[in-house]
């Protein structure tokens, strides 16, 4: 990831829709995506989810604990277990990296999606017009 793909931020704070969890992350977000695969939207309910990744080191809930569950053999999703609010996103085999929910930021104007992946589960009846690159599973590495 070059520097010119990383958002620098000072503070990212956020939490679930009833307030019962809350998050703050520090650094560096990257990999700011559109993700339009089965999972992400069975996991959230609608028709794809934008995620930004922040170093797990900067990241850390600071009120409440979510309820999590294993969506695949390799990923574990948080989730308010109140209100079901999606918050994080984690590869066992990358542990070092979390990918949070822009949705559930407090500003999530703070940071602008790079790209969109898994493009090949894209729902028919969604049209971008955005111009950001767009790959059929995960974004190409540079």
């Known amino acids: 990831m070059t520097q010119s793909e990383k958002i620098i931020v000072e503070l990212i ?3 679930c829709l009833c307030g019962a969890v809350r998050y703050r992350a ?4 990257y ?3 559109h993700c339009h695969c089965k999972t992400c939207r069975r996991a959230s309910g609608a028709p794809f989810v934008t995620w930004a990744g922040f ?3 900067k990241f850390t809930f600071v009120k409440g604990q979510p309820a999590s569950y294993r969506s695949s ?3 574990v999703r948080t989730f308010c277990g109140k209100c079901g609010t999606a918050l994080t996103y ?3 085999d990358l542990s070092a990296s979390i990918d949070v929910t822009l949705g559930s930021m407090d500003d999530p104007e703070m940071m602008a999606p790079q790209d969109h992946t898994w493009i090949e589960g894209q729902l028919s009846w969604i049209f971008l017009d955005d111009g950001l690159p767009r790959y059929s599973r ?3 590495s540079t």
Do not use: C, L
């Open 13 to 15: 704070e956020g939490g």
């Open 26 to 29: 520090r650094g560096q977000a």
């Open 31 to 33: 990999g700011i995506t």
């Open 55 to 57: 170093d797990t080191d």
């Open 73 to 75: 053999p390799n990923v």
């Open 90 to 92: 984690q590869r066992r």
């Open 138 to 140: 995960e974004r190409e």
